[in-house]
């Protein structure tokens, strides 16, 4: 008899479709990734100890936690697009033919990369401004708290590498979806 784990693996690998490379070692990324939540959640029980049991307080456990979280769910945007898990208007995208179906994957890709372009761009002038005075000198945007550390400067940064990812994964996509032969499927539909 088949194991649950076994049932949901095989689910979860029929549903998603890792179509390049990169896709796979994005999607591959997430199992060391999610020790990042495990020591969000160890940072926070620290926390918790150490207000409640001991009257002190620590100054650096929200912000770290902040941080750690707000990268993750950066990470989420390259994560979905590789496993093929954004949003699309599936009732649509499923009733129409393979050969619909890539001119839409075609389409569905170069509004993509436009939107990634002018949010490269957005992202650039944001990581800029975080990583440098007026006079150009590297200088990391803080918190603004006593501890200060510089995350604010490091999520800039991050939005614009995972932008960066999103724009190259999807010129993959777009590739493949040009190259895409649909005439032996399409008797199918």
């Known amino acids: 008899m088949a194991e ?11 549903e998603t ?41 620590t ?5 770290t936690t902040s941080f750690l979280i707000a990268a993750i769910f950066l990470i989420g945007g390259p994560v979905a697009l590789a496993r093929d898990k954004h949003i699309r208007v599936r009732m649509i995208y499923d009733s129409v033919s393979p050969a619909r179906r890539r001119l839409l994957d075609i389409v569905n890709s170069v509004v993509a990369l436009m939107f990634f372009a002018g949010l490269a761009f957005a992202s650039w002038i944001m990581v800029e401004k975080s990583w440098f005075n007026p006079s150009g000198a ?11 550390p510089p995350t604010p400067a490091l999520l800039k940064l991050l939005v614009l590498l995972c932008v960066g990812l999103m724009f190259v994964q999807t010129v993959f996509h777009l590739v493949a979806a040009i ?3 649909t005439s032996a499927t399409e008797g199918d539909n």
């Open 179 to 181: 190259r895409r032969d």
């Open 4 to 14: 649950q784990s076994d049932i949901i693996h095989a689910i979860e690998d029929e």
């Open 59 to 63: 100054f650096w456990a929200h912000e």
């Open 17 to 57: 479709e890792i179509r390049t490379g990169l896709d796979q070692a994005v999607s591959a990324s997430t199992k060391v990734l999610a020790w990042a939540i495990f020591v969000a959640f160890l940072i926070t029980v620290v926390e918790v100890v150490a207000r409640y049991v001991f009257s002190s307080p």
């Open 138 to 148: 590297l200088h990391l945007e803080g918190t603004g708290t006593s501890w200060n």
